[in-house]
DNA sequence: TAGGCGATGACCT
DNA sequence: GGTCATCGCCTAC
């Protein structure tokens, strides 16, 4: 196993800020997400290794995908290198192409950007299920990413959102002035102090 | 097999 | 700011 460096994995989600995410006829460009470190980091899923976290485990490039609270998708893009189970979590982005699609599966109409605000509505504006976990997004078929790129502004760092362990490590990344961005929320389960895990 | 929990989001006050 | 809907997954027994 060649063991993958917090620094490396901040760079990878740093990487996937300003790329675009083809979905099912809908294109958004990335401008929030938050990296989760694999079996060391006790806020990813694959801090325990089981059938749904086994994918984490494969090979880089792939979607994984899973269901949160019994009504929502939440998407990840697994960073590999294989064994190690780290991924990037695609929390918000903004719709670029198929906005009609996108607004039509959301119900929002009056406001674009929620349409992919929260990583919820982003899998609902990509149309993306369970169906699509373990997707190759190298691939020719969606979801697929585009072409890496920069950024394209400053990137901003601040704390997880929702993750009840190590709730202080600053691995959410999003880009600064972007109206499409999620709020913070912080898990009432967190403990009030610095999370014991630092980058 | 049963019970508890969650990387959420929308709505209400 | 607080509450609740809702169900797949994990763990304990």
Redesign the pocket.
């Known amino acids: 196993m060649v063991p993958l460096s917090s620094t490396d994995l901040v760079a990878q989600a740093h990487g996937l800020l300003g790329r675009t995410l083809h979905g099912h006829g809908v294109t958004v460009r990335l401008t929030e997400v938050?990296a989760?470190a694999g079996p060391d980091d006790p806020?990813?899923?694959?801090a325990?290794r089981?059938?749904?976290?086994e994918i984490?485990y494969g090979a880089p490039g792939r979607l994984?995908v899973?269901?949160?609270?019994?009504?929502?998708h939440?998407a990840?893009v697994v960073t590999g290198p294989s064994g190690h189970a780290a991924?990037v979590?695609l929390r918000a982005g903004e719709v670029v192409d198929g906005l009609d699609l996108a607004r039509q599966r959301?119900g929002v109409v009056d406001d674009d950007a929620?349409l992919a605000?929260?990583?919820?509505?982003?899998a609902s504006a990509l149309g993306l299920t369970?169906a699509d976990n373990g997707a190759d997004l190298d691939g020719d078929d969606a979801p697929r990413l585009g072409p890496p790129g920069g950024p394209g502004r400053p990137v901003v760092t601040g704390p997880?959102?929702?993750?009840?362990s190590a709730a202080d490590v600053p691995w959410r990344f999003w880009l600064e002035g972007e109206t499409t961005v999620?709020a913070y929320?912080r898990?009432p389960?967190a403990p009030g102090g610095p999370g014991a895990l630092r980058p």
């Open positions: 938050e989760y806020a990813s899923h694959a325990t089981t059938p749904r976290s984490m994984y899973y269901r949160s609270y019994g009504l929502h939440c990840n991924a979590l959301r929620r605000r929260g990583p919820g509505n982003l369970l997880r959102v929702g993750v009840a999620s929320r898990n389960r």
